[in-house]
C-alpha cells in the first residue's frame, strides 16, 4: 500500500482563528471549522488540521504532536519552545499592529518605574516570561496568574500592577491605566517541528503554503491598474505613479502609443486616478489581486 503523506498544521483557536481562515481562503485554501470538533476539514488531502489555542501551539509543536502551526511570538518566549521560526505572517498589514505585552498601573498609582514594583502583587496571563522579566532585573514581585479580567484586577486594586498585551494602548487608558514598560513585542509566527523540517517532503509542503500565505498576505490592500498612454506622455505619467516597482509597459499596435500595468495600494487609487486622466491616460481598468508574490 502506497504510504499517504500528511503534514499535521495547527491553527489558532481564539482571536486569531478567523483572521487565519481568512487569509486561508484568499491563499487558496477552503477551511471548515464545526464548533464541536478540534479538527478542521481543509480541502488538501495533504493537511490534516487542529484547532488549539495560540497559548499552547508551540508546546505540541516542540513536542512533535503537530508538524507546524501558527501561533504568538509571545507564546513562543512564554514556552521556552524549541521550534524553527519558519515565517513571520504579516497579518499587521490586515488588523493586528505588532502587538506589545506592557506592565500598567493605575493613572494615579505612585509606581512609576519597573523598579517602583519590587515587593508589590502583579497579575498576568504571561506568567513564565514575566517572571524572567522581573528575575532578570533583580526585582522581586508576588506574580500570579490571571484567568481573565486583567485590567479590572488593578482597577479594583486587586493587585498593584499588570501586565498585559495591547495594541494601540487605547484600551488601557480608557481603563484609567498608565503603561510603566514595555516586555516584549508579538508578531505572528509559522512555526516547525524541527525534526518535521528535515523531512524533505514535509518542509516542501510548509514552504508551498508559506508561499501562499505570503502571497495572500503581501496582496491585501492593493490592486492592479491597466491602461493606455502615448508615448510622449510616459515621463510624466511614471513621476505620479507609486509603484511597487517600475511600471510594465508594452508597444500597443498604434506605435505612438504603449499600455502600462502596476501594482498600488487600492487606499492610493481615488487620489490617482483624476491624475492619470490629467496626464493623458485612457482606458484605465482597476482589478483586484488575490496573491502577490516576488
Known amino acids: 500500500m502506497q504510504k499517504i503523506n500528511k503534514l499535521k498544521l495547527g491553527i489558532p483557536k481564539g482571536s486569531l482563528q478567523n483572521k487565519t481562515i481568512e487569509v486561508f481562503k484568499n491563499a487558496g485554501f477552503d477551511i471548515y471549522v464545526n464548533s464541536r470538533s478540534y479538527f478542521p476539514t481543509i480541502d488538501d488531502t495533504e493537511i490534516e488540521l487542529t484547532l488549539l489555542r495560540?497559548?499552547?501551539?508551540s508546546r505540541y509543536v516542540e513536542d512533535g504532536?503537530?508538524?507546524?502551526?501558527?501561533?504568538?511570538?509571545?507564546?513562543?518566549l512564554e514556552n521556552s519552545s524549541d521550534v524553527k521560526r519558519l515565517a513571520e505572517l504579516p497579518y499587521a498589514k490586515q488588523t493586528l499592529n505588532s502587538v506589545r505585552w506592557v506592565v500598567a498601573v493605575r493613572a494615579d498609582s505612585k509606581i512609576?518605574?519597573?523598579e517602583d514594583l519590587d515587593g508589590k502583587r502583579v497579575a498576568t496571563e504571561l506568567v513564565g516570561y514575566t517572571r524572567k522579566y522581573f528575575k532578570k532585573r533583580k526585582i522581586n514581585v508576588d506574580l500570579?496568574?490571571?484567568?481573565?479580567?486583567?485590567?479590572?484586577?488593578?482597577t479594583s486594586g486587586l493587585v498593584d500592577a499588570i501586565v498585559d498585551i495591547t495594541e494601540t494602548g487605547s484600551s488601557l487608558r480608557a481603563n484609567n491605566l498608565r503603561i510603566v514598560d514595555t516586555l516584549c513585542y508579538s508578531t505572528t509566527q509559522f512555526i516547525a517541528n524541527k525534526a518535521a523540517y528535515k523531512d524533505l517532503w514535509k518542509?516542501?509542503?510548509m514552504e508551498y503554503?508559506?508561499?501562499l500565505l505570503k502571497g495572500a498576505l503581501e496582496a491585501k490592500g492593493k490592486v492592479g491598474l491597466k491602461l493606455n498612454i502615448r508615448k510622449n506622455d510616459i515621463d510624466n505619467l511614471?513621476?505620479?505613479l507609486p509603484a511597487l516597482k517600475r511600471p510594465t509597459i508594452s508597444q500597443l499596435a498604434d506605435a505612438s502609443w504603449a499600455a502600462c500595468e502596476v501594482i498600488i495600494e487600492e487606499k492610493d487609487v481615488r487620489n490617482l486616478l483624476p491624475r492619470l486622466k490629467d496626464c493623458g491616460a485612457q482606458d484605465i481598468i482597476e482589478y483586484p489581486l488575490n496573491k502577490l508574490i516576488y
Not at 504532536?65 to 513562543?76: A, H, S
Request: proline letters at 0%.
Open 54 to 57: 495560540a497559548q499552547e501551539m
Open 65 to 76: 504532536v503537530l508538524d507546524c502551526g501558527i501561533t504568538g511570538e509571545d507564546w513562543i
Open 112 to 114: 512609576k518605574k519597573i
Open 144 to 154: 500570579e496568574f490571571s484567568w481573565g479580567a486583567t485590567e479590572f484586577k488593578v
Open 203 to 205: 518542509q516542501k509542503k
Open 209 to 211: 503554503i508559506l508561499l
Open 238 to 240: 511614471l513621476k505620479i
